[in-house]
């Protein structure tokens, strides 16, 4: 049974850092892509970034573009996410993600989640 783990939320202030880490564990595949969501109480859950399976082909949503960077270390089925210049409104809950199944309706469908990492960040 496959099991991602979040670690590393926590608080911080306006313009610090953060580091995110999602380590998979019962996995004996490579995923194909990873990524990393946020929601926020009474919103959807938003993309935030993704990575392909050899981490040559990133995304990122508009508002994290030049501060957020997705990494993936396949030795150790673990996807990373630093946040940098974080801003109050970076405050969420995130999540990884893993396995791409395909896009429904333009979004990608993943088959595995981790439970969340809260980030809040103060101004």
């Known amino acids: 049974q496959v099991q991602l783990v979040e670690s590393g939320g926590g608080l911080v202030q306006s313009g610090g850092s953060l580091r995110l880490s999602c380590a998979a564990s019962?996995?004996?595949?490579?995923?194909?892509?990873m990524g990393w969501y946020r929601q926020t109480p009474g919103q959807q859950r938003e993309l935030v970034a993704h990575?392909?399976?050899?981490?040559?082909?990133?995304y990122y949503a508009d508002s994290v573009k030049g501060r957020f960077t997705i990494s993936r270390d396949n030795a150790k089925n673990t996807v990373y996410l630093q946040m940098n210049s974080l801003k109050p409104e970076d405050t969420a809950v995130y999540y990884c993600?893993?396995?791409?199944?395909?896009?429904?309706?333009?979004?990608?469908?993943?088959?595995?989640w981790g439970q969340g990492t809260q980030v809040t960040v103060s101004s």
């Open positions: 019962g996995s004996i595949f490579r995923f194909n892509v």
């Open positions: 990575i392909s399976d050899d981490g040559t082909t990133n």
């Open positions: 993600a893993a396995q791409k199944l395909g896009v429904v309706l333009g979004q990608f469908l993943f088959q595995y």
